[in-house]
C-alpha cells in the first residue's frame, strides 16, 4: 500500500510601508499537513447488488463508507438501492476513489476554497492549494437547480428549518447565498440531485466543513464587513442520463477533475478571491 505524506511549507511574506521609511520585508513561516494518506493498489470497479454488498460487509465500516460515498447517497438510502458500484480494493483513503486533484498549484495563496462538482457530485476543500477533504452531495434537482458561480459562507446554524418547508430540519447548515437560502447541510441523499437548490451532504460532512469553514463579519444587521470562505459551484449535470458514476466501471479515471479544470474554474475569480481574503486578513489583524 502506498503512503504519500504532504506537507505544505510556505513563506509568507508582510508588507509593511511608510512614507518616511524603506520598505520592509518580514518574513514568516506557515506550515499546512496534510494527513498522510493511503492509496489502493488497484484502481478498478464492479457493479453489485447492494443487498449482497450490505450481507458480506456489513461490520466493516470503511468499505461501506466508500460504497456510500462513491453512490453519492448515505446508510438509509444505501439500503434501498438495487446496483451499486463497489471498488475492487476499498483499503484507500476517500481522496482516491473521488475526482479532485490532490493538489492544485494556482491556489497557494488562497487560505481556503470550497468546489462542489455538479457533474460528478461531489465536493473538495483545498487549504493553500492541498486538498483537506472531499465528499459526495446531492445538489439541486433538475427544476430546481443549484446555482453557480462564486459564492462566500455567511451565516450557519447547527439546527434550522429549510425555506421550502418548515417540517424539514436542516443540520449543520452553512448558507452561502442569503437572498436564495442556498447552503450547505445534512439531509437524505437518493444517490442523486434531488434538492431544492440546496447542497446536501453526509451528516459528517456538513460537520466538517460547517466547523472547517469561516462565517462573514457584519458591521450592521445589513452590511457584510468580511466575508467568509469563498465556495466555486461548476458544471452541468446531465439529467437524462443514467448515473455518471456508474461509468467507473469501464473508465476509472472518466469522472477525474484535473488541476487545470480546477484552475480554469477559479481564474475568473481568483482576484476577487484574493481581495476579500486580505480584508479577512486584516480585519483578524485588527482584533488581536
Avoid at 117 to 138: C, D, H, I, M, R
Avoid at 152 to 180: C, G, M, P, R, V
Avoid at 192 to 212: I, V
Wanted: hydrophobic residues 35%; glycine residues 4%.
Amino acid at each position: 500500500m502506498k503512503k504519500i505524506a504532504l506537507i505544505l511549507n510556505i513563506s509568507i511574506a508582510i508588507l509593511f510601508f511608510s512614507c518616511k521609511q524603506q520598505d520592509k520585508q518580514d518574513t514568516t513561516t506557515e506550515t499546512v499537513t496534510v494527513k498522510e494518506r493511503h492509496e489502493p493498489k488497484k484502481m478498478a470497479y464492479h457493479i453489485e447488488s447492494a443487498k449482497e454488498f450490505l450481507s458480506k460487509n456489513s461490520n466493516d465500516a470503511a468499505q461501506l463508507n466508500i460504497a456510500y460515498a462513491l453512490n453519492r447517497t448515505d446508510e438509509a438510502n444505501f439500503k434501498e438501492m438495487d446496483s451499486v458500484v463497489i471498488p475492487d480494493d476499498s483499503s484507500g483513503d476517500i481522496e482516491f476513489y473521488f475526482p479532485f486533484p490532490l493538489e492544485v498549484s494556482s491556489l497557494k495563496e488562497v487560505n481556503k476554497i470550497v468546489f462542489f462538482s455538479y457533474p460528478t457530485q461531489t465536493f473538495a476543500a483545498y487549504e493553500k492549494g492541498q486538498l483537506v477533504y472531499t465528499g459526495p452531495t446531492n445538489m439541486g434537482r433538475e427544476k430546481d437547480k443549484t446555482p453557480k458561480g462564486l459564492f462566500f459562507t455567511n451565516w450557519k446554524a447547527e439546527q434550522t428549518t429549510s425555506t421550502f418547508d418548515d417540517e424539514w430540519e436542516l443540520h449543520w447548515n452553512f448558507n452561502i447565498e442569503n437572498k436564495l437560502g442556498v447552503g450547505w447541510h445534512q439531509y437524505a441523499l437518493p444517490g442523486y440531485p434531488a434538492s431544492h437548490s440546496c447542497l446536501r451532504l453526509q451528516e459528517k460532512d456538513a460537520r466538517k466543513l460547517y466547523d472547517w469553514a469561516e462565517q462573514w463579519e457584519l458591521a450592521d444587521p445589513e452590511t457584510v464587513k468580511v466575508k467568509g470562505t469563498p465556495v466555486i459551484v461548476f458544471g452541468a449535470y446531465d439529467f437524462a442520463a443514467s448515473k455518471p458514476w456508474l461509468q467507473l466501471v469501464t473508465d476509472p479515471k472518466v469522472l477525474d477533475i484535473s488541476e487545470s479544470e480546477v484552475e480554469s474554474v477559479t481564474k475568473p475569480f481568483l482576484n476577487t478571491i484574493l481581495k476579500e481574503q486580505k480584508i479577512r486578513q486584516d480585519f483578524q489583524r485588527s482584533q488581536k
